[in-house]
């Protein structure tokens, strides 16, 4: 059975950096594309960013691009999103997401309803 597990949340000031961590568990972790979304207070979920299952194509939200980066370690079956100049608007719940991709190593996801599998988040504030 897959788990996620989304770790390094917390309480940052604007114009600072966070890193949060996906703990993937219970099947081959290089054989999942991987995303982040977010869900502030009172709006829909949103995509933030995805990865493939290889790792080299990448893919951003426009409001994160250049100061958001999503990586990943097949070796350690953990997912990344190294997250800096934070700003009071990033402040929500962020959720981490897997794919079973089969087939072709490059391809990425940015659509809630193309992942199986979800974290159960983790609460990042920034405080203006």
């Known amino acids: 059975q897959v788990q996620l597990v989304e770790s390094g949340g917390g309480l940052v000031q604007a114009g600072g950096s966070l890193r949060l961590a996906c703990a993937f568990s219970?099947?081959?972790?290089?054989?999942?594309?991987m995303g982040w979304f977010r869900q502030a207070p009172g709006k829909e979920r949103e995509f933030v960013a995805a990865i493939s299952r290889s790792g080299g194509n990448t893919n951003y939200a426009d409001s994160v691009k250049g100061r958001f980066t999503i990586s990943r370690d097949n070796a350690k079956n953990t997912g990344y999103l190294q997250m800096n100049n934070l700003q009071p608007e990033d402040t929500a719940v962020y959720y981490c997401?897997?794919?079973?991709?089969?087939?072709?190593?490059?391809?990425?996801?940015?659509?809630?309803?193309?992942?199986?599998?979800w974290g159960q988040g983790t609460q990042v504030t920034v405080s203006s």
């Open positions: 219970g099947h081959t972790f290089s054989m999942y594309a």
């Open positions: 997401a897997a794919r079973y991709v089969p087939v072709v190593a490059s391809y990425y996801y940015t659509n809630n309803n193309d992942y199986n599998y």
